[in-house]
């Protein structure tokens, strides 16, 4: 069974910075895409960043040059470092794993305080 459990999320003033994690088991972690998601109340869902299996990242435009998306294909994990976070950066993060097969985690809460 496929799980992805992100961590890392709370609260932080505005200019602060988080680390988000997700872990992930059931699936051969180095054969997947992963990707960060947000979604803040009565918004869609959107794509923050992404990581290629081969290492390429790709970065939604509101975040380029604060946050970086990396992965360690030994630990099974995706991380997102956010710096200088901005009160807009308020949403629930989700992670995804693309593949022949998409999952995702189950989310977790960041909020930026003004």
């Known amino acids: 069974q496929v799980q992805l459990v992100e961590s890392g999320g709370g609260l932080v003033q505005a200019g602060g910075s988080l680390r988000l994690s997700c872990a992930a088991s059931?699936?051969?972690?180095?054969?997947?895409?992963m990707a960060w998601y947000r979604q803040a109340p009565e918004k869609q869902r959107e794509l923050v960043a992404s990581?290629?299996?081969?290492?390429?990242?790709n970065y939604a435009d509101f975040v380029r040059g604060r946050f970086t998306i990396s992965r360690d294909n030994a630990k099974n994990a995706a991380y997102l470092q956010m710096n200088s976070l901005e009160p807009e950066d308020t949403a629930v993060y989700y992670c995804?794993?693309?593949?022949?097969?998409?999952?995702w985690g189950q989310g977790t809460q960041v909020t930026v305080s003004s």
């Open positions: 995804q794993a693309g593949g022949w097969a998409t999952y």
């Open positions: 059931g699936m051969t972690f180095r054969m997947y895409t």
């Open positions: 990581i290629s299996v081969g290492g390429s990242t």
